[in-house]
């Protein structure tokens, strides 16, 4: 994970947050959020991510990431995890999930077609400014990892089922967002939450 001047883990992102900043995203941004939203993908699985890896039927939503592994033995090797989402019709339509699927439909289906033109210093910059603009905030792509980790342990999650969304190896990278479930992760999420809940 890299490195920022603050804590990635003192912030979480709330939906309405994400939608606000999807609002006023251009297609690329928009598409950029809906995936980091429903997966939770780590920098270097958005460069991998090509259209071959997003599949869909009339009901369902398959996102392949892949993800380089440094071995014991120093050479890299590629794990892969599929992610699967429902797909629901009318009132209940998930955005972020039509919005992949509307994307892909339009690009060539090819091991070379990336999803998005995607760097992680692109991934930043557009990322930061939405943030700023919505919540005056420097949110990072790691924000929606970190915080889509921690609604799925809220939702009481299997720690099977974390760690593999997660694409851990093993349960120690799990812990903190079992850890952050009954805590106090910042009075800011609490009030908010609250606010949330009451409505």
């Given at each position: 994970?890299?490195?920022?001047?603050?804590?990635?883990?003192?912030?979480?992102?709330?939906?309405?947050?994400?939608?606000?900043?999807?609002?006023?995203?251009?297609?690329?941004?928009?598409?950029?959020?809906?995936?980091?939203?429903?997966?939770?993908?780590?920098?270097g699985e958005m460069a991998l991510l090509r259209t071959t890896d997003v599949t869909y039927s009339a009901d369902k939503l398959?996102?392949?990431?892949?993800?380089?592994?440094?071995?014991?033995?120093?050479?890299?090797?590629?794990?892969?995890?599929?992610?699967?989402?429902?797909?629901?019709?009318?009132?209940?339509?998930?955005?972020?999930?039509?919005?992949?699927?509307?994307?892909?439909?339009?690009?060539?289906?090819?091991?070379?077609?990336?999803?998005?033109p995607y760097t992680t210093r692109w991934a930043e910059k557009h990322i930061t400014k939405l943030g700023l603009a919505v919540?005056?905030?420097?949110?990072?792509?790691?924000?929606?990892?970190?915080?889509?980790?921690t609604w799925l342990a809220k939702k009481r999650w299997t720690l099977d089922q974390l760690k593999y969304f997660k694409g851990?190896?093993?349960?120690?990278?799990?812990?903190?967002?079992?850890?952050?479930?009954?805590?106090?992760?910042?009075?800011?999420?609490?009030?908010?939450?609250?606010?949330?809940?009451?409505?």
């Amino acid at each position: 994970m890299p490195r920022y001047n603050f804590d990635v883990k003192d912030f979480l992102l709330f939906e309405e947050d994400v939608r606000k900043m999807y609002d006023m995203a251009n297609k690329n941004e928009a598409v950029l959020i809906a995936i980091l939203w429903l997966t939770g993908a780590r920098p270097g699985e958005m460069a991998l991510l090509r259209t071959t890896d997003v599949t869909y039927s009339a009901d369902k939503l398959k996102v392949r990431l892949k993800t380089l592994k440094k071995g014991k033995g120093g050479d890299f090797k590629v794990a892969e995890r599929t992610l699967e989402f429902e797909r629901a019709a009318g009132m209940d339509t998930n955005i972020y999930i039509e919005t992949i699927i509307n994307h892909v439909s339009t690009l060539p289906n090819n091991d070379e077609t990336r999803v998005l033109p995607y760097t992680t210093r692109w991934a930043e910059k557009h990322i930061t400014k939405l943030g700023l603009a919505v919540m005056d905030k420097p949110i990072t792509p790691y924000h929606f990892r970190h915080s889509v980790m921690t609604w799925l342990a809220k939702k009481r999650w299997t720690l099977d089922q974390l760690k593999y969304f997660k694409g851990a190896n093993s349960l120690r990278s799990i812990e903190p967002y079992i850890q952050a479930v009954p805590q106090v992760i910042k009075l800011e999420n609490l009030k908010r939450q609250k606010v949330q809940e009451s409505e």
